[in-house]
Every structure is written in structure tokens, then in C-alpha cells.
């Protein structure tokens, strides 16, 4: 079970490094300056170009393997314990 938590573990962690690595490469061109018509919510929270979608998205699988990286821990310990 323990390379199952280092699969989640690493996982997880390599989803961040390229959530950062893809904000620091998106930089200023995607900056919306003017009217808001040009973008709607959608585009704002799932668009990873021209919104945010890559940190809401990435978050949320984020969240989903740190579950299941303290799911296998939980049953490790479940295992040791009884």
C-alpha cells in the first residue's frame, strides 16, 4: 500500500508545481482590462487560457488525490492498529 501514497502523494504535488509554473508562463497577457463583457463566468473559472481554470480545476484534483493519499494512510494505520 505505500507506493499507492506515494503515487497519490506525487501526484498531487506535481499538479501544483504545474498549476504555478503555468500561472508564471500565463503572466500579464491574460489580464482582462475593460468591459467584462468580453468574458463570462464560465470562461473566468474553467477557461485555463484566458480565466483561471487551471487553478480551480488543478484545485480540485488537488484535493481529490490529498483524499485519497490520506485514505491509503488511514487504512495503513487501520492495519497496524488492529
Not at 480565466?51 to 488537488?62: T, W
Amino acid at each position: 500500500m505505500g507506493l499507492e501514497m506515494a503515487l497519490w502523494l506525487l501526484s498531487a504535488m506535481g499538479i501544483v508545481a504545474a498549476m504555478i509554473f503555468w500561472n508564471r508562463r500565463k503572466g500579464g497577457r491574460a489580464e482582462q482590462v475593460g468591459s467584462s463583457e468580453d468574458f463570462s463566468n464560465v470562461t473566468m473559472y474553467f477557461d485555463p487560457i484566458h480565466g483561471e481554470g487551471h487553478l480551480f480545476i488543478g484545485g480540485i484534483m488537488v484535493i481529490v488525490l490529498v483524499a485519497l493519499f490520506f485514505y491509503e494512510f488511514a487504512k495503513i494505520l487501520r492495519g497496524m492498529i488492529f
